[in-house]
């Protein structure tokens, strides 16, 4: 009876101990994955994962997964038996989740492959990667553009590149489903997701499917390597197939508020230009025609045979040229098509009355036109042909293609063919883009960053804000983290302005900033503000960035065509440890020598600015005092005229200065 009553006594301990380990002392943490290096867990108190660090006190990216059910789950158990490099759960009714620990390249970066499978039609599936301690970059641009973009806001919406006119609150121009955290991580959707992303300023950063009849998995890779910089470069770094053409570097760009509405006042317009910059001692320059100005170029016409004349005898001026994939209704290309009975030329839609093919009608600057059908590969032939047509009659150097995206009628088009869906249409046309040679520039671009193109940056707003002067560094630096180092700049003083621009010193801050850049743009000349200093300063620029910023782009594009390096890089490419450089987001290097700290706020003349990189030394070029890296210079003087640039010395060599730069070649 003794040994009964023990053996019922310590059975009741036993009963006590395991529920007070599982509901007070067991940890509400548990591994379901391990690496060399890092781990997943599962915390079953917030029904989040985190990708953690093995051997430090280091979490990479907090995950929560917002469409599991409320309800905990004590323990994930790995459904997927004796398998040490792959984790299986399934919620029932709910979702299905499979991880796969990629063991290839180990030694550079730790993956981890991750595919939620929804249960149900009706499951929205969401993973939301914590912003607390995380600065996150990459994605799509955006009207207010940051860097990081934590201080975006931004509801989940499809992940696609739309126009931020019709827009404002989309993604912009420039697009990858990349996404890079400053703890090391890195994270790439995959491309058959139909992808949705939203961003709660400050807080997280959603990438999500909505519910949908077939039930398309959330499939993305998530990396974490030892800093923010090797986990850049783990990524399938992007290696371009070829080199832009690069004598645009060495130009201006000008374009005009007034459009011409006639083949003289074109004329006019391109003879007026060349006198200007003729008269201020400005250089040669590009005309940057639209499209409206485009098309009365290559009109048919004894009026157009003459413009073309006169413009050949305007040797201060090369020629762009404008072009798009729409053709008006009353055209004569679209005409002739539908004579020759080639509709198929242009995107259709079968018509519900005898099921034959109809061109579908959309809308584009503010007229009824079609739009080519790019997955026509006699379409894209016809295409062309009238490109090298306009090139054979006029001397043209560059031509720029607007894609057109946001078309409100284009989803009509992609619900009957899903091979234009999403962004497929942006990216078919950068590819036919490429055949026009490499001195194309395109309007909007995602998956080209391969390409030896030009993408030009979304029009700013005329103004100090995040849409204006003080976002343009954070576009420069988001771009080339996307891939995309030879960009051109909206216009000096932002495009978004009715007239010309009437602010003196947000012009001359725009263009101490564009100085530094590819391609220096005007929309509104120097000569306008009808001030002698203004035309002096602008000339002293553009000279900077032919003498002295031109040769240090060419010295790095050749670094980026052999290892797929940014040109433009934020401070964290040198000091990729340091938190201070994670959230700098007015000043930018160009390579690893060059660090340029322009004014962004009105009515400055100072600022501060941090020098990375501990051991390093800055010499400003302006006052020629040398800095230690790691310091920060707190109100340091940057008169009106001038733009803070510091060259970092180099040990036992002759420091890198602006005169040693040959002179260019234009």
Same mark, same amino acid.
């Given at each position: 009876?003794?040994? =009964? ?16 380990? !599982? ?34 006190? @280091?979490?990479? =990216? ?25 984790? &299986? ?21 730790? %993956? ?11 499951? *929205?599936?969401?993973? &939301? ?14 009207? $207010? ?15 696609? #590149? ?32 139909? /992808? ?6 400050? @807080? ?8 949908? *009849? ?7 890779? #998530? %990396? ?51 006198? @200007? ?12 025609? &639209? ?43 679209? +005409?002739?098509?539908? +004579? ?45 042909? !009238? ?32 091979? /234009? &869906? ?5 990216? +078919? ?5 490429? @055949? ?17 193109? $030009? ?78 200093? #203004? ?12 003498? $002295? ?24 490419? #040198? ?48 006052? *020629? ?23 970092? !010395? ?17």
């Amino acid at each position: 009876g003794a040994i =009964a009553c023990l053996g019922v006594a310590l059975l009741f301990l036993m009963t006590i101990g395991v529920l007070y380990w !599982q509901v007070v002392d067991k940890p509400h943490t548990n591994w379901v994955l391990r690496g060399q290096v890092s781990g997943l867990a599962w915390d079953r108190r917030s029904l989040s994962f985190s990708l953690m660090s093995l051997s430090q006190d @280091k979490t990479f =990216a907090h995950i929560d997964a917002r469409h599991l059910p409320n309800r905990g789950v004590t323990l994930l158990n790995n459904l997927c038996w004796f398998n040490t490099t792959r984790f &299986c759960y399934t919620w029932d009714g709910v979702a299905e989740l499979q991880v796969a620990l990629d063991t290839a390249n180990q030694s550079v970066a730790e %993956c981890y492959r991750v595919e939620w499978t929804p249960l149900h039609c009706k499951v *929205a599936l969401k993973d &939301c990667f914590s912003m607390a301690n995380v600065s996150w970059y990459g994605g799509g641009s955006m009207q $207010f553009q940051y860097w990081p973009l934590n201080n975006a806001n931004i509801n989940s919406q499809p992940f696609i #590149i739309s126009d931020l006119h019709d827009t404002p609150m989309g993604y912009g121009s420039v697009l990858e489903r990349y996404f890079l955290g400053s703890t090391g991580v890195a994270v790439s959707v995959h491309q058959e997701v139909p /992808l949705h992303v939203g961003i709660e300023s400050r @807080k997280q950063l959603c990438l999500g499917i909505p519910p949908n *009849a077939e039930m398309v998995p959330l499939s993305y890779t #998530i %990396c974490v390597s030892d800093s923010l910089r090797s986990a850049y470069q783990q990524r399938s770094t992007v290696i371009p197939v070829a080199q832009p053409d690069t004598s645009i570097l060495w130009l201006p760009l000008w374009t005009s508020h007034r459009v011409a509405d006639t083949a003289l006042r074109l004329e006019h317009n391109l003879k007026m230009l060349a006198r @200007k910059l003729k008269h201020y001692r400005l250089g040669e320059g590009v005309m940057d025609l &639209c499209e409206q100005s485009t098309l009365l170029l290559s009109a048919e016409g004894q009026g157009t045979l003459q413009l073309q004349s006169a413009y050949r005898g305007l040797r201060q001026l090369r020629l762009s040229i404008t072009l798009s994939p729409f053709t008006t209704i009353d055209s004569r290309h679209f +005409q002739t098509t539908l +004579q020759e009975g080639r509709e198929h030329l242009w995107l259709r839609l079968p018509s519900a009355a005898n099921g034959s093919q109809g061109p579908l009608l959309m809308k584009w600057r503010g007229r009824f036109a079609v739009k080519l059908n790019i997955s026509d590969e006699e379409a894209q032939g016809w295409f062309i042909e !009238q490109v090298r047509s306009l090139q054979r009659r006029v001397d043209v150097n560059y031509i720029t293609l607007e894609v057109g995206v946001g078309s409100p009628y284009l989803w009509q088009a992609q619900h009957h063919s899903c091979r /234009l &869906c999403g962004d497929e249409y942006i990216n +078919q046309f950068a590819l036919l883009a490429q @055949k026009l040679g490499n001195a194309t520039i395109i309007s909007a671009a995602t998956r080209a960053a391969h390409l030896p193109m $030009f993408v030009r940056m979304v029009p700013r707003q005329s103004d100090w804000s995040y849409a204006g002067l003080k976002g343009l560094i954070p576009s420069v630096l988001h771009y080339s983290l996307l891939g995309y180092s030879f960009f051109i700049p909206d216009a000096i003083g932002g495009s978004l302005t009715n007239g010309f621009l009437a602010d003196e010193e947000l012009f001359i801050r725009w263009l101490q900033v564009v100085t530094f850049l590819p391609v220096m743009s005007f929309s509104t000349p120097p000569w306008v503000f009808g001030e002698t200093w #203004i035309v002096n300063v602008t000339r002293s620029y553009i000279h900077r960035h032919q003498a $002295f910023v031109v040769p240090l782009l060419l010295k790095y594009t050749a670094e980026w065509s052999s290892l797929g390096h940014p040109v433009f890089r934020p401070l964290w490419w #040198i000091s990729p440890s340091d938190p201070s450089t994670f959230i700098i987001n007015d000043e930018f290097l160009i390579g690893d020598e060059v660090l340029v700290a322009p004014v962004t706020e009105p009515g400055k003349v100072n600022r501060d600015i941090y020098l990375p990189g501990n051991g390093y030394q800055w010499k400003d070029v302006n006052t *020629a005092q040398v800095f230690d890296g790691g310091t920060l210079l707190e109100e340091y003087p940057v008169a009106l005229a001038d733009v803070a640039v510091f060259i970092r !010395q180099k040990p036992q060599h002759l420091p890198f200065t602006e005169s040693q730069q040959a002179t260019p070649h234009a």
